[in-house]
């Protein structure tokens, strides 16, 4: 059995029709829409001098000036939650039901404002953990309408493509000293086996340089999955602004294969696969 290596992560780039990261910003949505004036320059090409100039001097002037009339919103970590908020004055909008959390599992009781924090029990840390989900109503409709695209893309609690149960810790005081991210097992097969990849979205999300990564052995009976893939990785970042944690696994649990020993046949989502991310402030102590 190899001992656990730590190394760095270097840079990541990933392309999939499924996993799609958006480093420009929010990576919980990776979709970016086509600028205005890369249209132009486009529709640029087809007309004759000096019109096309004209056309996308114009449209540069008009993305400016929306840009500066309507100044773009805070990002913050993930789908504007960020650290150093307060309870008290955080907004409901855009996010749907409110619940204590569960150390990233499913949600308990259900609460109705960030305000009500201390309904939750807290943890060991003395942080009270808020399970939220974005606001999935749109994609509700979508499906009792049999209409794929009502919701325009806006599926459930996802991050860089992945469906997460997602959570916030406060502390007494009811700053906002973390989030808490984890792949969400109730996905569909093909979701929970590419589970493992938001690591990288993670890690790409938060600059490459600086990771330090150890991978950890195999404990008793677990395998690699079909053609030899095992990932048990754990990463760690240290800021001034951020402590990042971050832990992903693919591989088959004892008992688990890819083939049914007794009939022979091929078997169907006999494998782990999950992503576990912690975001926490360097500067909370525990009381």
């Known amino acids: 059995m190899k001992a656990a290596t730590a190394r760095r992560v270097g840079k990541i780039a990933i392309h999939s029709r499924r996993v799609d990261v958006d480093l420009a910003g929010d990576f919980a949505h990776a979709v970016t829409r086509e600028g205005l004036t890369a ?3 486009a529709r640029s090409a087809r007309l004759c001098p000096p019109y096309g100039a004209v056309l996308v001097a114009l449209a540069v002037l008009f993305a400016a ?140 999300r938060y600059d490459p340089e600086g990771w330090t990564c150890t991978d950890l052995p195999p404990a008793a009976g677990e395998t690699p999955v079909g053609g030899g893939v095992f990932i048990k990785q754990r990463c760690e970042k240290r800021t001034a602004a951020r402590d990042l944690f971050v832990e992903a696994h693919f591989l088959r649990k004892p008992g688990q294969s890819d083939i049914n020993p007794t009939t022979g046949e091929s078997t169907t989502g006999q494998f782990e696969s999950w992503t576990r991310f912690e975001l926490m402030d360097p500067n909370y102590k525990k009381p």
């Open 65 to 204: 000036s929306s840009t500066h009339a309507q100044p773009r919103r805070d990002p913050g970590e993930i789908h504007g939650l960020k650290l150093g908020l307060k309870a008290e004055e955080m907004s409901t909008d855009t996010f749907g039901d409110l619940a204590c959390g569960s150390n990233g599992g499913p949600p308990r009781q259900a609460i109705d404002d960030w305000s009500e924090f201390r309904k939750c029990r807290p943890e060991p840390s003395g942080l009270y953990e808020v399970n939220v989900r974005f606001d999935d109503q749109q994609e509700y409709i979508g499906r009792a309408i049999d209409d794929p695209l009502y919701a325009q893309g806006r599926l459930g609690t996802r991050v860089a493509g992945h469906p997460v149960i997602l959570s916030v810790l406060f502390d007494k005081d009811g700053v906002l000293r973390g989030i808490r991210m984890v792949s969400d097992p109730r996905g569909s097969i093909m979701e929970r086996r590419m589970a493992h990849m938001l690591r990288l979205a993670i890690i790409n």
């Open 39 to 41: 249209w132009a320059k």
